[in-house]
């Protein structure tokens, strides 16, 4: 599995997020007070663009009238039609066994791990063959 640097941490402030492609899959990173996830950002229902969704809580009742709020900015509802999903683990609340987005594992890691490795940037192989130049894609 390989590892892309795509953030410093100050540009996903806690709360927030930030849209990211990697490899061509475009990935929604989410900071939840200081830990990360990173969610495909494509709603299994009908690809909605999950980045764009809202961050809410959780509401549940274990008796009619009673109603308690949990786990807040921790659920992302999808854009197009509301479906619910836990950011830590990228299950649905409809149907957690059968329905979920995509999680990709986040972590962070410091400037002098990066530069060592084995974080290394893409390159990609260049050559000059006549007059032309002449760029490899894998």
């Known amino acids: 599995m390989s590892k892309h640097v795509v953030a410093t941490v100050s540009e996903i402030p806690p709360g927030q997020r930030k849209l990211v492609t990697v490899r061509g899959r475009s990935i929604a990173v989410f900071n939840l007070d200081g830990e990360y996830y ?28 009673h109603y308690e709020y949990s786990r807040p900015g921790e659920i992302l509802r999808c854009p197009w ?52 130049v002449v760029v490899e894609m894998a």
Not at 41 to 55: A, D, W
Not at 96 to 109: F, M, N, T
């Open 38 to 65: 990173g969610l495909f950002n494509r709603c299994p229902h009908q690809g909605g663009p999950m980045c764009e969704g809202i961050l809410t809580g959780l509401i549940e009742s274990n008796e009619p009238g």
């Open 81 to 132: 039609h509301g479906w619910e999903f836990d950011v830590r683990t990228g299950k649905s609340f409809c149907d957690p066994s059968k329905i979920s987005i995509r999680e990709y594992p986040v972590e962070v890691a410091s400037g002098k791990t990066v530069a060592e490795g084995p974080y290394v940037a893409e390159t990609i192989p260049v050559t000059v063959e006549e007059q032309y």
